[in-house]
């Protein structure tokens, strides 16, 4: 029986991704197999009359990899639609960055890319944010978080104003990021603009179930909480070396903020406050799919793609 190639496993992408980084057509048909699987369908008006445009000397491949729809008489190619729109770069570089968006537990820099693909860096700049746009988390239709719900939150990037003082970056040009993790599920994050009370309920409110058990440290910035959720509110004293009590802890928030903390210093060196937000999404489209092999999430962001458009202006 013939195997379907849009259900790939593990092997089968990672057999296949070496091909499409170093081979233009392989790259642009395992895109196309990814986003159509065996049924090509017209990216104007969905027409299932379509077929691939011909060399009219050679009888290979149009050089543009273009398709036809007999209905509607549209041109198009697999980019059209997707967050590489419009680019000029070659499909097997973004099958290169893809692959190693979704492998690299802590991410991986625009200058590496600039380095393996020898492109500039302006354009693996530009690559690497669509790439991540495309793991952009959808919070308005995203399912709330549920069960033992951790929230917590810490300061990234930027200095203190005085050596030694402020730890955790209170005071300082680090900017706020809070986090709500269900336990065993997925995380949401995001850019806070400050720590207080009225900020952090509502980023709870808006990503936990109000079924919910919250788990918090001491911060007194949680308090009441408790009140609007059926499971209640907990925590934990770290001011008095206290971590966990019980399953009371944050220890799971805690790691996955290392995670990101480690990734920009050690890989990205340096994040701008602007832009901090689109690198959360990476993070946590990694860790949301942290039960998935490499294959199968390169396969996720690549299918993500579809429907993002992010243009040169909106990066600015």
Request: charged content about 30%.
């Amino acid at each position: 029986m013939k195997k379907n190639r849009h259900n790939l496993s593990k092997s089968d992408v990672v057999e296949q991704i070496p091909a499409a980084c170093a081979d233009e057509l392989t790259a642009v048909e395992f895109f196309e197999m990814q986003r159509w699987g065996d049924n090509p369908c017209c990216v104007k008006c969905g027409s299932v009359a379509v077929y691939k445009m011909a060399d009219a000397k050679t009888g290979e491949r149009n050089s543009r990899y273009l398709w036809r729809c007999r209905d509607c008489k549209e041109q198009y190619t697999v980019r059209i639609g997707t967050v590489y729109e419009e680019s000029r770069l070659p499909m097997r570089h973004w099958a290169y960055a893809f692959w190693r968006a979704c492998t690299s537990k802590k991410g991986v820099s625009a200058l590496e890319i600039k380095r393996h693909c020898q492109i500039s860096y302006k354009s693996a700049l530009f690559l690497m944010n669509r790439i991540r746009f495309a793991m952009a988390p959808d919070f308005d239709n995203a399912p709330p978080l549920t069960g033992d719900v951790e929230v917590d939150e810490t300061w990234v990037g930027g200095k203190p104003r005085y050596k030694g003082n402020n730890p955790r970056g209170r005071g300082t040009s680090k900017l706020p990021v809070f986090a709500a993790v269900e336990r065993g599920g997925e995380i949401r994050r995001k850019v806070v603009p400050d720590v207080t009370g009225k900020t952090l309920k509502a980023a709870i409110r808006q990503v936990v179930d109000p079924r919910a058990r919250i788990i918090s440290d001491e911060n007194p910035s949680y308090k009441g909480i408790g009140k609007e959720f059926t499971g209640g509110h907990e925590s934990v004293c770290h001011s008095a070396k206290e971590y966990a009590r019980g399953d009371v802890n944050t220890n799971t928030a805690e790691s996955s903020f290392a995670l990101v903390k480690r990734g920009i210093v050690g890989v990205y060196h340096n994040v701008s406050q602007r832009y901090l937000y689109r690198y959360l999404w990476q993070f946590d489209f990694v860790w949301n799919s942290r039960k998935l092999n490499d294959g199968e999430r390169t396969i996720l962001a690549v299918k993500a793609a579809e429907g993002k458009r992010l243009t040169y202006r909106a990066i600015q």
